[in-house]
């Protein structure tokens, strides 16, 4: 069975993946206030090397391998953007999964015709709720800037999975909106 990391293939032709990054929790607290999720406090089987390999190895993919992203590897990144921190756990962010192919390419023509988009096995459209924070100067765009921890929290989790990703902020907002039917109330982050 190939690895994730032959699934994708990053711009130099070359895959950069810990293959060994597996993180043990022995013991679960929380870590008081808000915060729903339980926060490891011992880890196993991984060092402090290992996640900032993930880290600095990172890097925009734009050739991919014809290969669908299984199932639970897909699940596990986008868990890993929803344990991402948020002001007030609000969370105000969305995830559109999107395989289709002819969405795809739809989607990257509204991104200025960055062809590689349409590639990739599958295309996750981060998508932010609108919400004040309260304090200057963040104060409407408190959900943008969550939902951008978030997206960081999944590129970083698809890298440690050895998958490749690449961040496309230049598009058409609202054609990006149109194909995947995002509400009015919702932005693209």
């Not at 194909?179 to 932005?187: K, Y």
Request: hydrophobic residues 40%; proline residues 4%.
């Amino acid at each position: 069975m190939a690895s994730m990391a032959d699934l994708l293939l990053n711009n130099r032709s070359r895959t950069f993946f810990s293959e060994n990054f597996v993180l043990l929790c022995t013991q679960r607290a929380y870590s008081g206030g808000a915060h729903r999720h339980p926060v490891p406090l011992v880890f196993e089987g991984a060092s402090a090397m290992e996640f900032y390999d993930v880290i600095k190895t990172r890097r925009s993919v734009r050739r991919f391998l014809k290969k669908a992203i299984p199932v639970d590897v897909l699940d596990r990144v986008l868990e890993a953007a929803g344990v991402a921190p948020s002001g007030g756990d609000r969370q105000p962010w969305r995830f559109v999964v999107v395989k289709d192919k002819q969405k795809k390419q739809r989607i990257a023509r509204a991104c200025y015709g960055q062809d590689f988009v349409a590639e990739a096995p599958v295309v996750l459209v981060c998508c932010s709720i609108k919400c004040s924070s309260g304090y200057e100067p963040w104060e409407d765009e408190a959900g943008r800037r969550d939902a951008v921890i978030a997206t960081d929290h999944l590129i970083l989790a698809a890298r440690n999975e050895g998958l490749g990703t690449c961040w496309v902020g230049a598009l058409h907002d609202k054609q990006v909106k149109e194909i995947v039917n995002v509400p009015g109330n919702v932005s693209y982050t």
